[in-house]
């Protein structure tokens, strides 16, 4: 699977990185294809990357990650990078790549039969239980509020089965040219070999932005989860740039013991839409670290020469005989390389054979979700949360 290798895969020998290295992942085999060309070839650097002005330059500030990227959403410039296609686990910021995949491909309204498998997963996630059916904006709201484990896997399995929703994922991690990117669980819990990078993590981000509905749900501050006709849960977004950060218009956390903190955030001020990513953070100061690059970013948009670019994804691959429900046709503009979406209908989605579609298989274990901030646990979990 070419994308399994990332774009870091090729290098034989990596540049020391200050104490943070530790959650880098290993080279992938040389016979692997690589992909470490793409934004630029500044970026395959595992060091700083940034061109100061000459007068009137500020500085990058110090953040306590080994990657970020920060870049002009509108423009695709990426304006500083470190380490932009190291391989690292994502945590939750992986159900970023899950919800941008699946929203333009299930009917919001339509409802889906919670199995075993979703509801076994741990505590602190939103709670479904086995046998009821969940609406799929429901779901949505639970996913990206409060990063509900077992809701990723629920709105996956609708694809078809768990297997067939990641492989969509992956798949559409490919059509975006996040090349960098291996999905194994929906939710981003650990599993070996799942990674991602703060490139690839950018360009999910500005696709995340070109879908008004992933802004709508990704951007509601409360919520109220029914987990039974007689029982409801508040749920309460866990995104603090939303309310604490100038202009923050969206993004996701996300915390396990391995990937320690990750995060995406999007903010807008004046016009300009930038985006941040930073991975293998020090845990309570991922948030605080993404709020200091993008104020970085605010103030030298436009005055430091850009490192590289976001690429565009590729052009579309679909299949004819299946029609796109109206609302993702309305919500999404560019059309995916996992295959074609469902009609409105009974069904939250038709089975569907995803052209390009990297065949995972994947099992599920036992999910997660830790308030923000939770102690590391031995199996790690995703988290955050206010």
């Known amino acids: 699977m070419p994308q399994a290798a990332g774009a870091a895969a090729a290098r034989t020998a990596f540049a020391s990185l200050p104490a943070k290295q530790g959650g880098r992942q290993s080279a ?61 686990p994502p945590a939750s910021t992986l159900k970023m790549l899950t919800a941008i995949t699946l929203i333009p491909r299930l009917n919001p309204n339509a409802t889906v039969l919670a199995t075993q498998q979703a509801a076994d ?19 949505f709201n639970a996913l990206l509020l409060i990063s509900a484990n077992d809701a990723a896997v629920a709105l996956t399995q609708a694809t078809g089965s768990l297997a067939k929703g990641v492989a969509m994922i992956n798949a559409e991690a490919h059509h975006l040219q996040a090349y960098d990117v291996v999905a194994k669980q929906p939710n981003g819990l650990p599993a070996a070999g799942q990674v991602t990078s703060a490139y690839d993590q950018a360009l999910i981000a500005r696709q995340a932005l070109a879908i008004p509905a992933f802004m709508k749900y990704d951007s509601t501050r409360t919520a109220v989860f029914p987990i039974t006709p007689k029982r409801m849960v508040p749920l309460v977004n866990q995104n603090t740039l939303l309310t604490d950060y100038r202009g923050g218009i969206g993004g996701k956390i996300g915390w396990t013991e391995a990937a320690e903190a990750t995060y995406i955030g999007m903010a807008r001020r004046n016009g300009t839409t930038l985006i941040v990513t930073v991975l ?16 970085w970013g605010f103030a030298m948009d436009g005055k430091v020469r850009p490192v590289g670019e976001l690429v565009s994804p590729l052009p579309a691959v679909t299949t004819s005989h299946v029609a796109r429900h109206p609302s993702a046709r309305r919500a999404d503009t560019r059309k995916t390389a996992a295959g074609a979406a469902v009609a409105s209908s009974a069904l939250p989605m038709a089975p569907l054979a995803a052209a390009g579609c990297l065949a995972f298989a994947t099992g599920l274990g036992g999910a997660l979700l830790v308030r923000r901030r939770r102690p590391a646990r031995p199996e790690g979990g995703s988290r955050s949360g206010p």
Do not use: M, W
């Open 28 to 88: 992938a085999p040389a016979s692997s294809v690589t992909r470490q060309d793409v934004g630029g070839a500044e970026l395959a650097s595992p060091g700083i990357a940034v061109h100061y002005p000459a007068s009137g330059a500020i500085r990058l500030p110090r953040v306590p990650a080994s990657a970020y990227i920060i870049a002009d959403a509108k423009t695709g410039q990426v304006l500083a990078a470190r380490d932009a296609h190291g391989l690292f």
């Open 280 to 295: 293998h953070c020090t845990s309570l100061q991922e948030v605080t670290s993404g709020e200091k690059l993008l104020n």
């Open 121 to 139: 997963t741990e505590e602190y996630d939103v709670g479904l239980v086995a046998g009821h059916r969940y609406k799929v904006s429901d779901l």
